[in-house]
């Protein structure tokens, strides 16, 4: 049997990072290569129906031993890591008994993990630390969430007097450029309903996040010589600054958490005569979400008033929406979650997500997905770490929300 922290450092040391400019599923080769060792390391433990597909989804089932008819329980997680920071060579370092001062990640280059910038870090006292040398991301996410499943099944592989019913895994790629659920079959994937192990800390449960839209403003201008513009002259600059300042000015990401929505401000280029601005919109409640794309249409048409009719155009495009509408009708499955926690001894951690998850988007194509922790923290970045426990405790979840689906429902 293979340890959750070996199968994590294996894991680790491949690079999967994922590209957003080949237009290619998966994006990059290595996590086709990396999804077809895991294909064959599910084999291995015995799920003897594990496939990968042209498209580098690799599914495959842990097999019912009970005969009662009970829903598929999916659990999900990605392959790739962020295009944001290298994942190449990746060189984890393996602090055990952490002590609560600083780590010292790269010594000739003086990079160090402190808690006194990551404070989260004195909460793991005692426990093994997984960190990267400085120089690149660690991988935690996803690989952390890979590790829990592949560790999940070859646990109930090996303990068959534990009953269940029919348990589904998906390893998908992409998931860092918002494609994981693009070729996802839920069809065949036939999960009533599935988790993704993506989320952060020990004890995050998620089955909220961002309605999302984006949007693109086009202003059209008329140049004139400025010696002879009086009355002519259109700048576009000046006409798309007034509609930045007609927009709340404090519904920005900068000034707003928790279930604050808000317009953001991505990209501005200009001259006077065309500027293009490129907005998204984000909100969790669908009325409200509503109400702010109405609301950019309304300031659209007040400047168009104002200057004539053509002389802005907009663009709304829907991205995305929120999972809890989703989630609501199958609560039960944020419910049992949660109790696994409790049962474990982890405390759940509920919070929306700003932002959106694989989840999300599976959700609205028939399959129910909310996510729960992997355990890594600081993600996409040189101080990027996980501690070995949170990912032990996150196994017993899934076992624990397993084992919960064949008790008699109360
Ligand atoms: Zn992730």
């Known amino acids: 049997m293979t340890t959750i922290l070996d199968r994590f450092l294996k894991y680790v040391k491949i690079d999967t990072q994922s590209d957003p400019n080949t237009g290619l599923t998966p994006s990059t080769p290595n996590q086709f290569k990396f999804s077809e060792n895991l294909v064959e390391e599910l084999k291995a433990i015995g799920l003897s129906d594990a496939s990968i597909d042209e ?11 009970i005969n009662a008819e009970i829903p598929v ?3 999900i997680a990605h392959v790739d890591t962020s295009p944001d920071f290298s994942g190449r060579n990746v060189n984890p370092q393996v602090v055990e008994d952490y002590d609560g001062g600083d780590i010292v990640l790269n010594e000739e280059k003086n990079i160090c993990l402190s808690p006194s910038e990551f404070p989260e870090l004195n909460n793991y006292k005692g426990q093994t630390i997984i960190t990267t040398d400085g120089t690149t991301l660690l991988g935690a996410d996803d690989k952390a969430g890979v590790t829990e499943i592949v560790s999940a099944a070859e646990y109930l592989m090996n303990n068959p007097h534990i009953k269940h019913g029919d348990i589904r895994i998906g390893f998908t790629p992409d ?6 659920a693009d070729y996802f079959d839920v069809k065949k994937f036939g ?14 449960l998620e089955y909220e996040n961002f309605n999302a839209a984006g949007a693109k403003i086009t202003v059209r201008g008329r140049m004139v010589h400025p010696g002879y513009a009086k009355n002519k002259m259109r700048n576009s600059i000046r006409i798309a600054n007034q509609i930045i300042t007609m927009l709340p000015r404090h519904e920005t990401p900068e000034h707003t958490t928790g279930y604050e929505g808000f317009y953001h401000l991505m990209d501005f280029n200009g001259d006077v005569e065309k500027t293009e601005m ?16 109405k609301e950019l249409q309304h300031i ?6 104002e200057y004539g009719a053509g002389t802005v155009k907009l663009e709304i495009n829907d991205q995305y929406y929120n999972m809890r509408e989703k989630i609501e009708p199958v609560f039960q499955i944020v419910e049992s979650a949660k109790l696994a926690m409790e049962l474990v001894g982890v405390d759940p951690l509920v919070k929306p997500i700003r932002g959106g998850t694989d989840g999300s988007r599976l959700s609205y194509m028939g399959l129910p997905t909310p996510n729960i922790f992997a355990g890594g923290h600081n993600f996409h970045g040189r101080f990027e770490f996980v501690p070995l426990q949170s990912m032990e405790k996150a196994v017993e979840v899934i076992l624990k929300i397993i084992d919960l689906s064949v008790q008699p429902q109360k």
């Open 73 to 75: 329980i999916g659990f």
């Open 191 to 204: 999960a009533s309903y599935a988790y993704t192990l993506d989320g952060g800390e020990i004890g995050e």
């Open 175 to 180: 998931e860092e450029i918002g494609a994981g």
């Open 55 to 65: 498209n580098g989804y690799v599914m495959a089932t842990i097999p019912s031993n």
């Open 278 to 293: 490129s907005y998204i919109i984000r909100d969790f409640r669908a009325d409200r979400f509503e109400d702010r794309k």
């Open 300 to 305: 659209v048409n007040k400047v168009n008033a």
